[in-house]
Every structure is written in structure tokens, then in C-alpha cells.
């Protein structure tokens, strides 16, 4: 079995998977959503706090594998550098204390592998990552051969959730709270511009539509903003949120093909993109993979998942050489 630890922003699990048939055995996952909603978004130093008091807690549930632990897996990159190294601290005296070996898990590779928990993988698969801090297509032919095919240039597609829900004082997650005042809201009545709209780069931004959003908020605020005013606008704010990333899915896909495609991320939980991004693929006669809801956002099983394709490489680390990385630049 393989001991996983997920640290990289504001949730602490561990998992333990099966190596032979990669089953999960056990799983849980402390959120620190409610200890951040107050400042509108993740604290850094807080979340690092957090984890130092919740890792321990998990890892006591789960002593009684220790004998069949053969290695441990910690995610190492890309995340806050001060919460990444709580996971990896902890890792690496797993490591030494139980004599195994260590095993860098990148983030990003535990979120497109959440669609392949306790399942084989399935490639050559166009992803669509859309969490807190990324926002990314990428063509994933091999475990080892994932391309980035385009990318954002400012914001992710979650991270502008979170700022709308910050500016309208709804708490943290944002994407979450939008969304469900959105279902209540009017999506035509705000008339937010797509952000790069004429641009032939396939490329995202959210920047533009946060201030596009903002400056409403701010003339609505002359006034007195009404409940039915914050749905119309996280109504049609996600609308253009959506509409962003389905103009420049389908500008790609007028020179490229693929039979299969997933979305992943914590923000592909969003309906709206779901529903978008199934009706295309019906025209394009294309597969659609999503991952269940509970593995996407931040947990320990999609990164356990992964260090089975490093045990089986013999992808190892140590102690002394394993690092933490807050960007990566590349799979
Ligand atoms: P990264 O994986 O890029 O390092 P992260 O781990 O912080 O970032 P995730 O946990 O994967 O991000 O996802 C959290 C993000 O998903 C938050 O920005 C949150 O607002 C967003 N999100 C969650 N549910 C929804 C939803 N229904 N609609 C839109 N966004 C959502
Ligand atoms: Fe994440």
C-alpha cells in the first residue's frame, strides 16, 4: 500500500491506496474552508497552522496500515510554499522513521488522475483543468506526455469565483456560492464582455471581467444593492465566465481532434461548464470524462492514484533531495 499526503492550499487528507488493485482503503480530508470564509480567500500562514493541527489527527486513524505501507507519496508542487512543506515534513519523517521510499506527487497530474481513482487510466485524453489557481487545456497522451495547449495569462476560472463572491462579501469558496445565487439570478441582465473575445490566441483571462464586475458592483452600490441585484450579478457573471472558455474550446477543436475529453479541477464541479462542455462533446462526438464531485476538489486519493504510476516507474525521492515548488512550469 501507498501512504498519500495532500497539503498545497486549504486541505489536509491522507489516503492509502492498494498497489496491486488499486483500491482505495482509506481516505479523509479536513477542510479549512470555514476558517478562511472570513477573509474572503485562503491564508497562507492560517492554512499552514491548520494543517500542523489536522495532518497528525488523520494520520493517527490510519496507524494500523503502517506495516503495509511500501512507499509514501506527498504532493510537492505547485501549491503555497508554507502549506506544501507541512505535507512534506511529514512525509519525509514517515519515510525515514518507516525506512521507504518517497515519492513527489505534482498537484496538477493528482487532479487529471481524480478521474482515474480506484479505475485505469484512460489516454489520449483533452483536459480541461479549471481549479483555484489554474486554468488550462492540456493533451495528456501518456502518464509521462501531458502538453500544455493553452493557458491563462492573469486569474483562473475558480479564483474569479472567488473574487466576485469577495467583492459581493458572500464568504470563500466563491464558486460555490455563485453559483447557487446565481441560479436565482437573471443572466442576461448584466451584459459582461468575453474577455478576449477577438483574440486568435487560445488563451484565457478573467482579469477584465473581475473589473467589468467590480465596476458594476460599485454603481449598484450607489445605491442600495438588493439580494436579487447579487444573483442577477453572479448570474451573469458566470454566463461570460463560461461563455470564455467554450469560445476558445471550440476555436481549438476547429484544428484539432480527440475522442476523448475530461474537465477536473475543483471548478469543474461548476454546472453550468459541465452542461457546456457536455453539449459539445455530443457535436463532436467525443467521450466526456468528469471526475465524482467529491474528488474534485483538493484531496489525498488523487495523488495516491498518481504515486501508483511513480511506484510502479520506480520514481523515487529522499528526504534529502525532495523540494517544494510553488509554480510549475510544465508536466
Ligand atoms: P490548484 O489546484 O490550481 O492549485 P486549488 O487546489 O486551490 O488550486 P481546487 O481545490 O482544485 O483549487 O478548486 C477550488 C476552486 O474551485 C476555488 O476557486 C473554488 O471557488 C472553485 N469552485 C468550486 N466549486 C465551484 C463551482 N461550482 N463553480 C465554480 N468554481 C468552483
Ligand atoms: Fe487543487
Known amino acids: 500500500m501507498i501512504l498519500s499526503i495532500e497539503s498545497s492550499c486549504d486541505d489536509s487528507s491522507i489516503a492509502i491506496t492498494e498497489i496491486e488493485t488499486k483500491k482505495l482503503i482509506f481516505h479523509k480530508k479536513i477542510s479549512q474552508e470555514l476558517q478562511h470564509s472570513i477573509y474572503g480567500g485562503v491564508v497562507p500562514e492560517l492554512a499552514a497552522r ?3 493541527e489536522a495532518l497528525p489527527k488523520i494520520l493517527e486513524e490510519c496507524k494500523e496500515y503502517f506495516p503495509k505501507l511500501k512507499a509514501i507519496a506527498v504532493t510537492n508542487a ?39 481513482i480506484e479505475k485505469e487510466e484512460i489516454f489520449p485524453t483533452t483536459i480541461l483543468l479549471v481549479s483555484g489557481g489554474h486554468t488550462q487545456i492540456i493533451e495528456a497522451n501518456s502518464f509521462d506526455n501531458m502538453k500544455i495547449l493553452a493557458t491563462t495569462i492573469d486569474d483562473s476560472f475558480g479564483e474569479s469565483f472567488d473574487k466576485v463572491a ?27 464582455p468575453v474577455p478576449l473575445r477577438q483574440s486568435p490566441n487560445i488563451e484565457f483571462s478573467y482579469s477584465g471581467l473581475k473589473n467589468a464586475v467590480r465596476i458594476q458592483i460599485e454603481k449598484l452600490e450607489k445605491e442600495e444593492i438588493s439580494e436579487q441585484d447579487i444573483c442577477d450579478i453572479c448570474a451573469s457573471f458566470e454566463k461570460t465566465a463560461v461563455a470564455h472558455i467554450m469560445q476558445k474550446v471550440k476555436k481549438l477543436f476547429k484544428t484539432k481532434s480527440s475522442k476523448h475529453f475530461a474537465i477536473v479541477g475543483g471548478a469543474s464541479a461548476n454546472i453550468r461548464l459541465r452542461s457546456a462542455i457536455e ?3 455530443k457535436t463532436k462526438e467525443m467521450t466526456l470524462f468528469l471526475s465524482e464531485l467529491k474528488y474534485c476538489s483538493d484531496n489525498a486519493a488523487m495523488i495516491g492514484r498518481v504515486a501508483l504510476e511513480q511506484y510502479k516507474a520506480k520514481d523515487f525521492t529522499t528526504a534529502k533531495d525532495i523540494d517544494v515548488k510553488t509554480r510549475l512550469k510544465e508536466f
Not at 502549506?83 to 521510499?101: D, F, R, W, Y
Not at 506527487?105 to 488522475?113: A, D, Q, T
Request: proline share 6%; aromatic share 8%.
Open 50 to 52: 491548520l494543517h500542523v
Open 279 to 281: 453539449e459539445f462533446c
Open 166 to 192: 469577495k467583492m459581493l462579501g458572500l464568504g470563500y469558496p466563491g464558486g460555490p456560492i455563485v453559483q447557487e445565487k446565481g441560479l436565482k439570478g437573471d443572466e442576461n441582465r448584466f451584459d459582461f
Open 78 to 116: 505547485p501549491g503555497l510554499s508554507v502549506t506544501l512543506m507541512e505535507g512534506v515534513t511529514m512525509a519525509k519523517a514517515l519515510s525515514i522513521s518507516l525506512n521507504l521510499p518517497l515519492i513527489a506527487v505534482n498537484h496538477l497530474k493528482g487532479h487529471i488522475f481524480s478521474l482515474f
